[in-house]
T-cell receptor, first 114, second 106 residues
Framework: GAVVSQHPSRVICKSGTSVKIECRSL??????MFWYRQFPKQSLMLMAT?????????EQGVEKDKFLINHASLTLSTLTVTSAHPEDSSFYIC??????????FGEGSRLTVL | KNEVEQSPQNLTAQEGEFITINCSYS?????LHWLQQHPGGGIVSLFM???GKKKHGRLIATINIQEKHSSLHITASHPRDSAVYIC????????FGAGTRLTVKP
């Protein structure tokens, strides 16, 4: 089946630094990629939707200057958490959608900001 | 009121029992997804439904578009089915249920 690879799986950084998370669709071209955030014991929260070659669409309440999303190709989207603070510590997950609407999820990235 | 309501929130079952998880939604949708999230965090899409019923192994998913309701059934449940099951609706504007934490005891 289709595979979506997310990297890194875990990252620890100091407050004020920026962290980049990559999401790659390994065996299909993803027309759309999604980025989610998940707090402990809570469900997924959609942060933004990105389409290749265009600006990401952010959900209400998500700061686009804080969470930079780049979807440079049909197989790669990146999420950069800029000037990270402890409250940005969370589990970040990406998914990629096929043309038929099927979703494939990355393994997730656990960010800890000290 | 949440746009996607799941019930129950938590469910404990004995191995072999028949499991039903329900999802009701209030928005118009083009598709509904059932997702499975294991303790490590990884998420697998189990089904994508726009009408009717789908079956995959011991898992069955149904949707009633008129009633805006979907159910996920697990037959002959097994401890390895223990996970959080999440209902999600929409495509580019996906909304998620709070999840159902299933524990199947041997």
């Amino acid at each position: 089946g289709a595979v979506v690879s997310q990297h890194p799986s875990r990252v620890i950084c100091k407050s004020g630094t920026s962290v980049k998370i990559e999401c790659r669709s390994l065996d299909f071209q993803a027309t759309t990629m999604f980025w989610y955030r998940q707090f402990p014991k809570q469900s997924l929260m959609l942060m933004a939707t990105s389409n290749e070659g265009s600006k990401a669409t952010y959900e209400q309440g998500v700061e686009k200057d804080k969470f930079l999303i780049n979807h440079a190709s049909l197989t790669l989207s990146t999420l950069t958490v800029t000037s990270a603070h402890p409250e940005d510590s969370s589990f970040y997950i990406c998914s990629a959608s096929t043309e038929g609407g099927e979703l494939f999820f990355g393994e997730g990235s656990r960010l800890t900001v000290l | 009121k949440n746009e996607v309501e799941q019930s129950p929130q938590n469910l404990t079952a004995q191995e072999g029992e028949f499991i039903t998880i329900n999802c009701s939604y209030s928005v118009g949708i083009s598709a509904l997804h059932w997702l499975q999230q294991h303790p490590g965090g990884g998420i697998v899409s189990l089904f994508m439904l726009s009408s009717g019923k789908k079956k995959h192994g011991r898992l069955i998913a149904t949707i009633n578009i008129q009633e805006k309701h979907s159910s996920l059934h697990i037959t002959a449940s097994h401890p390895r089915d223990s996970a959080v099951y999440i209902c999600a609706v929409g495509n580019n504007d996906m909304r998620f249920g709070a999840g159902t934490r299933l524990t199947v005891k041997p």
